[in-house]
């Protein structure tokens, strides 16, 4: 996944006159690039607020490389302008009424337009995150973004390649890195009540009304899932988990 990094764009703005030029020279050969295409980029913006919408398009009215072609107070107005205008980018706020970004970004990726989606929000929470990033958005800001951050995402998200806000990335990660819940299915933690209760296989059999056989691949299952290695102590494991109640 390539990334663009708003983080170095944001300490710029904050640090050392040099580093600030860094910023500006980068952004500069950005723009450049894109005038010796030939063509500005093309940009719907898609927000409820008209106040925030204003603020947008006042922000990147002196950009040269960005043409801001459309502009829509919800997600159903988004989409219609995203099929009858065919923008290289839309800036799509999260929550919007009618349809909201989540919505409307299922539909631009769904229709199989070439318009790459870049979310620009307020919210962080995982949950809108992985909302946005499943629906096929190809980026995902913050409304606190720079200007310099928000060019550079919209010719990076232009070229199909992934942008995340610093904070959006850390979720991420943060979220691949957390263990995955393990869950066993009703009939393994029948299995294994009937295992907490002392009875053997062939007992187990004869309890649930299934084979012997179908009672070891069972266990076998279950002792993956639980990365343990015999019965007992499958039954601390899953008990310490709270998949099976304590006894």
């Not at 988004?78 to 909201?100: G, K, N, S, T, Y």
């Not at 096929?136 to 409304?143: F, I, P, V």
């Not at 002392?198 to 639980?226: D, M, P, Q, W």
Request: glycine share 8%.
């Amino acid at each position: 996944m390539t990334a663009t990094e708003p983080t170095s764009a944001s300490a710029s703005t904050s640090t050392s006159g040099s580093t600030a030029t860094t910023a500006t020279t980068a952004t500069t050969a950005t723009a450049t690039t894109a005038t010796s295409q030939g063509r500005r980029l093309r940009v719907v913006l898609a927000d409820d607020h008209t106040v925030m919408r204003a603020g947008l398009v006042a922000l990147l009215a002196s950009e040269p490389t960005i043409d801001i072609v459309g502009e829509a107070g919800d997600g159903r107005e988004a989409v219609r302008l995203v099929e009858q205008l065919d923008p290289d980018v839309v800036l799509l706020d999260l929550r919007m009424p009618v349809l909201d970004g989540v919505g409307a970004t299922t539909e631009i990726v769904g229709s199989g337009a070439r318009t790459r989606v870049l979310i620009l929000t307020t919210y962080d929470t995982d949950a809108d995150i992985e909302r946005g990033v499943e629906a096929g958005a190809t980026g995902y800001l913050l409304k606190d973004a720079t200007r310099d951050q928000l060019v550079e995402a919209i010719h990076s998200a232009s070229r199909g390649e992934t942008v995340l806000a610093p904070r959006v990335a850390q979720r991420l990660v943060a979220r691949m890195r957390r263990p995955v819940p393990v869950a066993l299915t009703a009939r393994e933690a029948d299995v294994l009540r009937a295992v907490a209760d002392g009875l053997s296989n062939a007992e187990i059999g004869r309890r649930l009304f299934i084979g012997e056989a179908t009672v070891k691949t069972h266990l076998l299952r279950i002792f993956a899932k639980l990365d343990v290695g015999d019965r007992t102590r499958a039954v601390v494991v899953a008990m310490n988990s709270g998949l099976l109640e304590q006894r």
